[in-house]
């Protein structure tokens, strides 16, 4: 009988933890093979949004196609950074198809569309290819460049709020309360204004 005991037992024991075993295997791995470096800016943490005037936090991250974005590399075009809550959501969604369908027009006035929210790159990815988004979408799942840039949030997501960044690198314009239904227009609107 104790023979028996030490071989089927430890058997038995291993078929029924078999499942939670590939899973664990599967969720480590599977978790390595989307791994990215996360966003990183080295400005302070802020309580309030920029001001008008204020140098745009410098920021690195790796966006949704791979690319590596660093904001001081984008000095010489405006800089629409946008801030949105979460990827697919019905404002969030009004607001990316917006920026996509003013595409044209928003390079012809030297300008960059960054969007940003607390989800990783494979939402990003899936988000951007969904609704055919020409634009970069930047994770920023550890919630770095919404603080150094004073963006609130509300159940870990950040708050819809877009900085239009002037051609050297200076806040030229903050939206704290966007309207995802004309908030392209109301951009593209004020790009027309910006000094060359």
């Known amino acids: ?25 599967a969720g480590c791995s599977k978790k390595e093979s ?5 966003a990183k800016s080295a400005a302070p943490a802020r309580e309030k949004p920029l ?5 745009a936090p410098d920021f690195e991250a790796v966006a949704h196609d791979g690319s590596h974005v660093r904001l001081r590399d984008l000095r010489g075009k405006a800089v629409v950074l946008y801030f949105y809550p979460k ?42 290819e969904e609704h055919g988004l020409p ?29 239009l960044i002037d051609r050297q690198g200076r806040v030229a314009r903050v939206y704290p309360n966007v309207d995802p239904n004309h908030h392209a227009a109301e951009i593209l609107r004020d790009l027309s204004q910006l000094p060359p």
């Open 1 to 25: 009988m104790n023979s028996w005991f030490h071989r089927v037992l430890p058997r038995a024991i291993l078929a029924s933890l078999g499942p939670l075993l590939t899973l664990g295997v």
């Open 34 to 38: 989307f791994s990215e470096p996360p």
């Open 51 to 55: 001001a008008v005037g204020d140098p």
């Open 87 to 128: 990827d697919g959501t019905p404002g969030c969604t009004t607001e990316a198809q917006a920026f996509r369908d003013e595409q044209a027009a928003i390079e012809r006035a030297q300008a960059v569309v960054l969007g940003i929210s607390a989800d990783d790159n494979q939402s990003h990815r899936h988000f951007a």
């Open 135 to 163: 634009f970069l979408l930047l994770p920023d799942t550890e919630h770095s460049l919404a603080r150094a840039y004073g963006v609130g949030s509300f159940l870990g997501m950040p708050s819809r709020v877009t900085y």
